[in-house]
């Protein structure tokens, strides 16, 4: 029928998006995957009369070559037609290891660099990026990996599985073999020759650190309850304080003058006048009880700030980039690639764990319900890791969805996974930075899924070179560019030859962003937020905590 034929040229066209980016090939039941990955249903098999994926792609020789191999298994490769043969030769030409570029932050201006307005054919970047690269929250991982003591490579696949469940994927993120991907971390990792083999030795610094934190951590576990000296390292002397029992005046000055709460405190009063008359046990228990009905939200819990976004990027200027989260190509966010940034979130991750791993720290910190309210920056633990968010919206009783400042994405979480965010952690800028791709728009007036999926495979797991063009209501829009191909790849490029986008000199205000930008709603712009006020906002805690102690 007609509308089963026009089924099967959308299909078509579909099938060869999926297979084109897959150098190798694959299987009739990865392409089933992907194909439901990017357009969110399964292959219309049945549909078109087929029994099988086998079956119907075999009825597109012109899209689909199928191969067999020795032991039975199909692979499935895609033929370029003439709007494609440039991207499957540059995927052809794609290397399979390659090392990593050397490229220079100070570089100059993208002049000779920036993409020309008719874009007929991808530029040549002077810059060439490092590629490939692990994400900074598989970095904190081999660190805590290797925090206790070195490894030996041959025990590394069984120590990264008993540590953490699951196996260590190097070959997802580009790699060719586990002493490559560990070798690319060698800021964290050293990897020495002995006579057993390679050594895995974390770096001096960061050993010996992790080293007293621990030793620290274990004193503090020994007693019944922890010494302050112990707990001055994570927790600071505000919380520490707080292990003191204060009076239950004091109490009742810091409670809010509210009518219902004063009765209460009569209430207790009274309570408390019977208690003293009899055993001191029962007194001592009526003392917990009601410091536990009364939790104090603790000073240096962040209640009513924002973070700031990190400094706007210069015009023209080139820079490493990696895109973190992608909704569609006038949709992502990146991260730039440049030690300085990489370490301070490196680091920030490390020490929100190890203040959080101390339970009573983490306790202190819990929110009230009256706190969980859209808007509020605070932090969550996914999977031992803890995160800066702020949250979107309430769910329900039990769930929140939050905004993930340092990676761009949305996420519903469990709200007793939320803790206050400690004062400290707030001075180190939003990492994700929103983008949109420039000089493109959607050909069908929005971005189509395959459109959408091309554009990750372009992206995915790589170090790529970003030309800075300009921002647009607070978007940043710029050229991406895949270096570690024979030929500089510029991806506004492959989206306009592949038949997805229209190539229009300007920058299109972002319909993805207009709709929904969490960035603009909830971080304030670099400078609105100085370093002066959070200087003198920790000074007032400090001092706060002294007079307290007095």
């Not at 009369?49 to 895609?78: C, Y």
């Not at 302050?228 to 009742?252: D, G």
């Not at 706007?312 to 989260?325: I, Q, S």
């Not at 339970?359 to 031992?384: F, H, N, W």
Request: net charge negative; hydrophobic share 40%; charged share 25%.
């Amino acid at each position: 029928t007609s509308k089963q034929a026009q089924l099967m040229e959308v299909l078509k066209k579909e099938v060869r998006a999926i297979l084109i980016p897959a150098k190798e090939g694959l299987t009739p039941v990865q392409l089933e995957k992907q194909y439901m990955a990017m357009v969110c249903k399964p292959l219309p098999v049945q549909d078109l009369g087929f029994r099988s994926t086998l079956d119907l792609v075999k009825h597109m020789p012109e899209v689909v070559r199928v191969f067999s191999l020795q032991n039975g298994t199909f692979i499935l490769k895609a033929i370029a037609d003439n709007t494609t043969k440039g991207i499957a030769r540059l995927v052809a030409n794609q290397k399979r290891k390659s090392r990593p570029k050397a490229w220079k932050r100070t570089a100059t201006k993208a002049n000779a660099a920036s993409p020309s307005t008719d874009s007929e054919n991808p530029q040549h970047s002077p810059l060439n990026a490092k590629t490939p690269v692990l994400p900074a929250t598989l970095k904190a991982e081999l660190q805590d990996l290797l925090s206790s003591s070195p490894l030996l490579l041959k025990d590394f696949d069984q120590a990264f599985l008993r540590h953490f469940d699951r196996t260590f994927q190097y070959t997802q993120y580009g790699f060719s073999s586990l002493l490559e991907a560990l070798r690319s971390v060698s800021d964290v990792i050293e990897v020495k020759q002995t006579k057993s083999g390679f050594l895995l030795v974390l770096r001096k610094y960061l050993a010996n650190e992790i080293k007293q934190e621990e030793m620290l951590k274990g004193e503090a576990q020994e007693e019944e309850v922890p010494p302050i000296e112990a707990q001055e390292e994570e927790v600071p002397p505000i919380e520490a304080q707080e292990e003191e029992v204060p009076p239950i005046e004091a109490q009742e000055e810091e409670v809010p003058p509210i009518e219902a709460q004063e009765e209460e405190v009569l209430q207790d009063e009274e309570q408390e006048e019977e208690v003293t008359k009899g055993e001191p046990q029962d007194f001592q228990q009526f003392l917990l009880h009601k410091l536990t009905l009364t939790p104090e939200i603790p000073p240096d819990a962040v209640q009513d700030r924002s973070l700031c976004s990190l400094p706007p990027l210069k015009r023209r200027c080139l820079v490493g980039v990696v895109v973190e989260f992608i909704v569609s190509p006038s949709q992502f966010y990146i991260h730039i690639c440049s030690e300085e940034p990489s370490y301070k979130l490196q680091d920030l991750m490390f020490d929100m764990r190890h203040l959080y791993s101390y339970k009573i720290a983490s306790d202190k910190y819990v929110m009230p319900e009256s706190a969980v309210q859209p808007g509020q920056l605070c932090c969550v633990t996914v999977s031992r890791w803890w995160y800066r968010v702020i949250i979107h919206r309430v769910i329900n009783d039990q769930e929140v969805e939050v905004f993930y400042a340092d990676y761009g994405n949305l996420q519903i979480v469990q709200k007793s996974w939320l803790r206050f965010l400690k004062w400290c952690f707030l001075k180190l800028p939003a990492q994700a930075i929103p983008c949109s791709l420039a000089w493109v728009k959607p050909v069908e007036g929005s971005w189509s899924p395959a459109a959408t999926e091309i554009f990750k495979s372009l992206c995915r797991f790589k170090e790529l070179v970003g030309v800075v063009d300009e921002y647009v209501d607070g978007v940043l829009h710029l050229f991406l560019c895949d270096t570690s191909t024979k030929e500089d790849v510029y991806f506004h490029s492959v989206l306009r030859e592949m038949g997805f986008a229209h190539v229009c000199g300007e920058n299109i205000p972002s319909q993805e962003f207009k709709e929904l930008n969490p960035f603009a709603l909830y971080v304030q712009p670099c400078g609105k937020q100085g370093n002066a006020e959070l200087v003198e906002q920790e000074s007032g805690l400090q001092k706060e905590s002294l007079d307290a102690d007095s």
